[in-house]
């Protein structure tokens, strides 16, 4: 009865005759929230001889048609929420801090929190025009006009523009290597939104703790690829990050601030293949401790025309795999004195 009414939404794993864990119990409570009351048509019950018979009852929604039905799901339906918390509010269609379409809740005057909805298609490599029709499962054309993109939460049409989603385009793409690319389609009126948030790698310069007046905070020093805003930038959090660690973050340019910073997959080898001179960016890499990697949009340090073959070097790679910083491995005195042997 639980799956058949969704309260499990979002637990691939449900397994009815099994404990909960608190993750599971918040989960099903909060799908609770949204989900639509109903109500049962009164039973009879038949007496014949010794047998009672109890007739079966309808099930049918619960109607809301005053003022609550705007406070969760504006469908006509009386959500549990609407009914028994009538200061929660859910309003969906806002927007995050990268654009994305968004559900925002709020406890009366106070914002719990915005939360992006799931993408209707999501990349991490360049795609294409046609692609994206093609993944969307479109039967019809979307006009330019239709389409917003979005570059780290603002519009940049140097970097991307809104072109016409259609069938077989193989000449417009979107995105790059590295670079979280999604759109979210909206059949409703036909539009389409694609926003791209970029991975940028910097170096921890330190960690500051918590006072009575502000929260603990880490400062990253951007790199050679950087948003809009350099320098030592600031993000909230209680993680801990070694000192000139490589770290990766994300920017949002609407908020004009960093959104995430994560540790950065560290790699050490020699180098045994260069690809700097492809026609296309996102083929460019190299190949490190037998394994081939590509460089992200993004990535910093040593430029790949100056990498050399059968010298040790140390990558550090995106989320997505992608080589997003190049260093060379400095020589000891040993390896030295052997290079002058």
């Known amino acids: 009865q639980a799956a058949g009414i969704g309260l499990d939404d979002g637990n691939d794993e449900f397994v009815g005759s099994k404990a909960v864990t608190r993750e599971e119990a918040a989960l099903y409570a909060f799908n609770m929230l949204q989900a639509t009351m109903v109500e049962y048509d009164k039973k009879d019950t038949i007496v014949v001889g010794d047998i009672t018979i109890n007739t079966t009852s309808s099930r049918s929604d619960v109607e809301n048609s005053g003022k609550s039905d705007k406070y969760i799901n504006s469908d006509g339906k009386m959500q549990f929420a609407e009914k028994y918390f009538t200061d929660l509010r859910l309003d969906d269609s806002g927007e995050d801090d990268f654009a994305r379409p968004s559900n925002v809740w709020t406890l009366k005057s106070d914002e719990i929190g915005t939360y992006a909805k799931e993408a209707d298609a999501t990349y991490t490599a360049s795609v294409e025009v046609g692609d994206i029709y093609k993944d969307l499962g479109l039967n019809k054309t979307v006009d330019k006009d239709d389409v917003s993109v979005y570059v780290d939460g603002v519009v940049n049409t140097k970097v991307a523009s809104p072109v016409a989603i259609k069938k077989g385009d193989d000449d417009n793409k979107f995105g790059a290597n590295g670079v979280l690319t999604e759109v979210f389609y909206d059949d409703d009126d036909g539009t389409v939104t694609i926003t791209e948030v970029n991975t940028y790698v910097g170096q921890v310069s330190k960690n500051v703790a918590a006072t009575s007046k502000k929260d603990a905070y880490v400062v990253v020093a951007t790199l050679d690829a950087a948003p809009s805003e350099t320098g030592n930038l600031e993000f909230e959090t209680n993680e801990e990050f070694e000192e000139d660690a490589y770290v990766l973050f994300t920017y949002s340019e609407a908020a004009e601030e960093v959104k995430s910073v994560a540790t950065a997959e560290e790699v050490s080898g020699t180098v045994t293949k260069v690809v700097n001179k492809a026609s296309d960016d996102e083929n460019k890499g190299l190949t490190i401790a037998d394994t081939e990697y590509k460089t992200s949009k993004m990535v910093s340090g040593e ?30 005195a040993q390896d030295l004195s052997l290079i002058h042997i």
């Open 303 to 332: 430029l790949l025309g100056d990498v050399s073959v059968k010298n040790d070097y140390t990558v550090y790679l995106d989320a997505y795999g992608y080589v997003i910083y190049i260093e060379e491995e400095e020589l000891t």
